[in-house]
């Protein structure tokens, strides 16, 4: 027997294996149109004969939900009509999932034959496909005198989310029934972020918010809806519950402004009526702002850094810094905080300057490496590295020859961490002339990690070498404890020559440089 006849003849307990062929056909076969309408011809006589067994449906069934097309939903629609509700429950889960829009059509025809829970799964079905072509069928079911069949109808028309299924729903009392509130808060939901949805989703929200019966969740439900049609209507609400002087209420729209995405006209309503409430709500509303992560935020966020006299709101402000878009305000004021006699602020300061995002904060960190203040200038150099701006190399190898000794040591720690391939001779050059012991090792060091991203060891190796044949005895001296990173034929004999040197300091140097060599070629 082939698959398909093995497939017509099935039923629980038997072979599996032509089963298990014809899966494999299928998925193999799936992007050949003309053998997959063949095979779902087959398998529309399959589910019209009287004499197939359930378990041989169910497989169709299952197999039609992805690859059926508007051949097979009339023969899944007269299922739906079946007094085994094995059999309508599986054709209706197959045409749920049909990309079809002919498996709308089917589930609306089975609406007038199915009867029952069969009816009940028809009306889900419809609602989770959310087709708005659904409402008309669906809409006289809200009067059923069967309970389930009527609620099932509410949440279904709530999974639609288009204004026609609204209108139907405003019409069985708003707010005062839960299911109906629900429903209306669930197709409100699917709307409100667009233009044309904003207007009734907003009506729905007033209606459930304006409901003296609607319980606290249904009402929380409606305000996080209006958040996003209508923030200005919103925010007043919520402004009431945030200085009503109920904690609970507090909280809860603390927590609504968290899950909402942030617009222009929340953050403008926010940075308003910041410094009008208690330092404790401040803190929380810093929090929310620091959430959004809008730019608009920054004005007030960084006047409460700066200026408040409640050092936890100053320090909640700090931080909510470091999740806003940066610009020169606000990276201005972090450098300034985190080089400070605020000591509770230094770290969050810094720490803020790190993560602060968008290309604004980078070029402000740029621009500020020019700073005339040695104390700024240096945090700006820390903070250029520990962000790896690649683009602030320049300046730091500017930097790197400042008559400063501390601005030159922390400028090659940060090129370690910047610098590229490109700026490796210069950073060869510059580590050659620097006279301090502690500022040349470091600038080698940084001179090795540009290296790396060399990949031709030739050219990595050859102006290394180089410079330290030139070089003095402190040149020599650091260049050495490189060469191991160079890992060539050419180094080891370099390293030889200077263990073997007459100058001690070099010749120790050079030892090192050969014993590191020597352990790292195993």
């Known amino acids: ?63 039609l939900a992805y690859m059926g097309s508007a051949a097979s939903t009339d023969a899944l629609a007269e299922l739906l009509g079946r007094q085994d509700a094995r059999l309508a429950h599986a ?43 659904s409402v008309a069928a669906l809409s006289p079911l809200v009067a059923s005198g069967d309970t389930a069949i009527a609620q099932a109808t509410i949440k279904a028309l709530g ?52 409901e003296a019966t609607s319980t606290p969740a249904l009402r929380s439900a409606a305000l996080r809806g209006m958040l996003i049609s209508n923030p200005r209507a919103a925010m007043s609400q919520v402004w009431t519950m945030i200085e009503g002087g109920n904690q609970g209420d507090m909280t809860t729209a603390i927590s609504l402004l968290s899950d909402t995405m942030p617009s222009k006209e929340l953050v403008v309503s926010i940075a308003g009526r910041l410094d009008k409430v208690a330092p404790a709500t401040q803190i929380a509303l810093l929090g929310v702002l620091s959430a959004f992560g809008h730019p608009d935020a920054i004005p007030v966020v960084a006047t409460a850094a700066a200026q408040h006299v409640d ?12 999740n806003l878009p940066g610009d020169r305000q606000s990276v201005s004021l972090l450098a300034a905080l985190a080089t400070g006699d605020q000591a509770a602020l230094k770290r969050p300061a810094h720490v803020a300057l790190l993560t602060t995002p968008g290309s604004g ?28 701006l690649v683009t602030a190399s320049r300046p730091l190898l500017k930097l790197a020859k400042d008559s400063d000794e501390s ?38 060091s940084a001179v090795t990690y540009a290296g790396r991203k060399i990949d031709d060891p030739a050219k990595r190796s050859e102006p290394y070498l180089k410079a330290l044949r030139r070089g003095d005895e402190t040149t020599q001296v650091a260049f050495a404890a490189g060469l191991a990173d160079l890992y060539t034929a050419e180094a080891l004999r370099m390293a030889q020559q200077l263990a073997l040197g007459k100058q001690e300091k070099v010749c120790d140097a050079g030892a090192r440089a050969l014993a590191n060599l020597q352990e790292a070629s195993g």
Not at 311 to 322: D, E, I, S, T
Not at 365 to 387: K, N, Q, W
């Open 311 to 322: 050092a936890n709101v100053r320090l909640a402000a700090v931080k909510a810094l470091g």
């Open 407 to 444: 601005l030159r040591l922390a400028a090659f720690r940060a090129l370690r961490k910047t610098a590229d391939a490109g700026d490796y001779t210069a950073l060869i050059a510059l580590a050659t002339s620097e006279q301090t012991d502690k500022v040349k090792r470091e600038a080698v």
């Open 1 to 63: 027997l082939s698959p398909v006849d093995a497939l017509a003849r099935y039923d629980f307990g038997n072979e599996e294996r032509p089963l298990t062929e014809l899966r494999q056909t299928l998925m193999r076969e799936s992007a050949n149109a003309a053998t997959m309408a063949d095979y779902e011809a087959s398998f529309v006589k399959i589910l019209r004969d009287p004499k197939t067994r359930f378990a041989a449906v169910q497989f169709v069934c299952e197999q």
């Open 91 to 133: 054709a209706r889960l197959a045409l749920e999932r049909m990309a079809c829009n002919e498996a709308d059509d089917a589930l609306i025809v089975g609406l007038s034959i199915a009867s029952g829970p069969a009816k009940v799964g028809v009306i889900n079905s419809l609602g989770e496909r959310g087709n708005v072509r």
């Open 361 to 388: 904060a980078q070029r402000a960190i740029i621009e500020g490496l020019g700073s005339s203040d040695p104390e700024l200038c240096r945090e700006y150099i820390t903070v250029a590295g520990e962000r790896v």
């Open 159 to 210: 999974k639609l989310g288009c204004p026609a299924a609204i209108t139907v729903l405003m019409k069985l009392g708003r707010g005062s029934d839960p299911v109906v509130a629900g429903a209306l808060i669930d197709c409100a939901n699917r709307i409100c972020g667009q233009r044309e949805g904003r207007v009734p989703a907003s009506r729905v929200f007033e209606s459930v918010l304006a």
